[in-house]
């Protein structure tokens, strides 16, 4: 079957807002609607943590976390997702 069409999405995702980066310890998560699942993945694609927020704004405790390079992946109420990438430093 042929592709029709191809959409380029900009990077991260404009309503999810994840703060201070890089992380030392403990990181906030902000978006403009409630968060029903975010899951993280280390720089392998490996699936690190998976949260259930159930919220629109929460905190996650990196401190355990080797530094490296980081995805966070949210699902929000309305089915819809987004992403944002980060960096933990030691």
Do not use: C, M
């Not at 404009?14 to 890089?22: A, H, R």
């Not at 280390?42 to 355990?64: E, M």
């Amino acid at each position: 079957q042929p592709i029709v069409n191809i959409e380029n999405s900009p990077k991260g995702s404009v309503n999810l807002t994840l703060f201070p980066n890089p992380v030392a310890g403990q990181f906030r998560v902000e978006a403009a609607s409630r968060i029903e699942e975010a899951e993280v993945y280390n720089a392998t694609g490996k699936r690190i943590a998976v949260l259930q927020p159930n919220a629109a704004s929460f905190t996650v405790d990196a401190a355990r976390w080797s530094g490296g390079n980081y995805h966070l992946r949210v699902v929000y109420a309305d089915g819809s997702a987004g992403h944002e990438g980060f960096v933990v430093v030691r």
